[in-house]
């Protein structure tokens, strides 16, 4: 049985776990394996920390919790980060899975419960940037209600511009 509740400081150390096993996993062959190389777990334990003591306000981490106490997924949301955009815009930051749990629904459940509280707090749109050669968050998104509304953006990861696109979802 799974649950989805709050994400607390002693998470950490398993949300860290999972998102740098989860880049590792889903993006070998769109990112520069360098980059994905140089991923640590000890090394976004920290990040992690800080942006959790950081993000308190404004941001809700929820965490995926299976039968065992184990965290297998992770999801981050707040306000939609753009400019001059309504208050009533969330954006997805994070959404990831214990890449061996991937397909088993624990991306769907997290979703919903993001969509929960995203709704609790007022949103009435959701927004999220996806890698656009990531066909499979695409497909997931997509199979979740949202589409793609046109905007690109590209981030750089050791020299290689990457593109993403947006996706955005009533609620």
Do not use: K
Request: hydrophobic fraction near 40%; proline fraction near 2%; glycine fraction near 10%.
């Amino acid at each position: 049985m799974l649950t989805v509740r709050a994400m607390t400081e002693v998470d950490v150390p398993a949300v860290s776990a999972i998102r740098v096993t989860g880049w590792q996993a889903a993006y070998a062959g769109i990112l520069p394996q360098s980059y994905l190389d140089e991923m640590t777990v000890e090394a976004d334990v920290q990040q992690r920390r800080r942006h959790f003591e950081r993000s308190r306000e404004g941001t809700t981490n929820l965490v995926a919790v299976d039968a065992r106490g184990r965290v297998v997924g992770w999801a981050c949301f707040g306000r939609f980060r753009g400019n001059g955009t309504s208050t009533a815009m969330g954006e997805l930051y994070a959404l990831y899975v214990q890449p061996s749990l991937i397909g088993s629904g624990i991306g769907r459940m997290l979703l919903e419960a993001v969509h929960s509280h995203a709704h609790a707090d007022d949103f009435g749109l959701m927004l999220l940037w996806v890698l656009t050669d990531n066909t499979r968050a695409r497909h997931f998104y997509e199979r979740a209600g949202y589409i793609a509304d046109g905007a690109v953006q590209a981030d750089d990861y050791d020299g290689v511009s990457v593109s993403e696109v947006r996706y955005r979802r009533a609620l």
